[in-house]
């Protein structure tokens, strides 16, 4: 079964694990909402069973999915039963948000902190500025104001739009 993007509460966790895992990883998660053998997998997705279990093991590393192994008492094989570890996968989707939060709010605080003056040469601090009459200390041209409000609103915007996500 696929899941419609963006039309419920699986929809978005699917959006934004295709922030942090490639199609093909996500592909296996949806097929895993019920456990399935990764033979099957491979036939339904017409992929070989090896890129399935590739694809798998990828998954098992982050811990996102679980396995149970049996062996057939006749042929002395086994057979793997996968299935998604849903509370991880959330925790995963948690964990990765909270890590772009910290991100952007660190880079919010160097945006609002740094400065307003620029020159071909790089922006410049208020502090550099001030201190070399405001020109330039790399060509000692006179400085440009600069305003980063456009990359502060970006940033505000990205912030909202990931609190609401983790229900902040
Ligand atoms: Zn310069």
């Known amino acids: 079964m696929v899941k419609k ?27 895993l909402s019920k456990p399935r053998q990764d033979e099957e997998l491979a036939e339904e997705l017409n992929l070989k069973a090896t890129i399935v279990r590739t694809l798998l093991n990828d998954l098992h ?24 570890r849903e509370e ?15 991100q952007l709010t660190g880079g919010m605080d160097q945006e609002t902190g740094m400065a307003t003056f620029n020159c071909l040469c790089g922006r410049v601090s208020f502090e550099a500025a001030f201190d070399n009459n405001f020109l330039c200390p790399k060509c000692n041209k006179k400085l440009e104001e600069f305003s980063n409000k456009k990359e502060v609103a970006q940033i505000k915007t990205e912030i909202a739009r990931i609190n609401s996500l983790l229900g902040k």
């Open 5 to 31: 993007k963006g039309a419920n509460n699986d929809g978005m966790l699917f959006d934004i694990l295709s922030e942090t895992l490639t199609e093909d990883h996500i592909t296996i998660i949806e097929r």
């Open 88 to 102: 991880k996968l959330r925790e995963y989707v948690r964990n990765y948000l909270e890590n772009k939060l910290s």
């Open 61 to 84: 590393a982050k811990s996102l999915v679980e396995y149970d192994r049996t062996k057939n008492k006749r042929t002395g094989w086994y057979t793997y039963v996968w299935r998604v």
